[in-house]
């Protein structure tokens, strides 16, 4: 069964530095999203993308963040300059569009990320 | 704004049935899910409902909705050690949109 898959599975980094997050969609796939869960807290969005565009962001998805499909597999999520709020596990999730049916999204494993 | 909440903490024994339940304020919500996090893992859907609907059934679930009072469960019959995990509702409004979570509900089974 296809699957989401993200790598690194644990990332840490000194505080200042720039991550970045991978993450490989289900291959038939059109919308990616990010998401990310601070320990012990709820799962919150921070972006969708579709047709190689941010289509919604929420307020915690700043200029620090971006997005990208750099080819056709990969989508990426990078932190220009971490912060120590910013460890967290970060959810990629993918899904396509079946037609007035129901948009569900499949989640990868998530990367854990600890800002040091 | 949205806002779903849950319970923290169910405990069962095992065989018995689990009900887990969801309070939603977002009233254009279209569908609800139900997702399940093992420890150290992602988010596994189990399930899910459109919002003109009041129950479905998938095996040892069952998901009910009452819109009128914006609640939401799941039910897992015969309950067991393997189903120990975090349950999250969540629910989308029209289109494709984000996913807003619940706060989340530990289930621990007790043989």
């Known amino acids: 069964e296809p699957e989401v898959t993200q790598t690194p599975s644990h990332q840490v980094t000194q505080m200042g530095q720039e991550v970045i997050l991978r993450c490989v969609p289900i291959s038939n796939h059109l919308y990616f999203y990010w998401y990310r869960q601070i320990l012990g807290q709820k799962v919150e969005f921070l972006v969708s993308?579709?047709?190689?565009?941010?289509?919604?962001k929420s307020e915690i998805f700043d200029d620090q963040f971006s997005v990208e499909r750099p080819d056709g597999s990969n989508f990426t999520l990078k932190i220009r300059s971490t912060k120590l709020e910013d460890s967290a596990m970060y959810f990629c999730?993918?899904?396509?569009?079946?037609?007035?049916?129901?948009?569900?999204?499949?989640f990868g494993p998530g990367t854990r990320l600890t800002v040091l | 704004g949205e806002d779903v909440e849950q319970s923290l903490f169910l405990s069962v024994r095992e065989g018995d049935s689990s009900v887990i339940n969801c309070t939603y304020t977002d009233s254009s919500s279209t569908y609800l899910y139900w997702y399940k996090q093992e420890p150290g893992a992602g988010l596994q859907l189990l399930t899910y409902i459109f919002s003109n609907m009041d129950m479905k059934q998938d095996q040892r679930l069952t998901v009910l909705l009452n819109k009128k009072d914006k609640h939401l469960s799941l039910r897992i019959a015969d309950t067991q050690t393997g189903d120990s995990a975090i349950y999250f509702c969540a629910f989308t409004g029209t289109g494709f949109q984000k996913l807003v979570f619940g706060t989340g509900t530990r289930l621990l089974v007790s043989p």
């Open positions: 999730a993918s899904s396509r569009w079946e037609g007035g049916g129901t948009d569900t999204q499949y």
């Open positions: 993308f579709y047709n190689n565009e941010i289509s919604e």
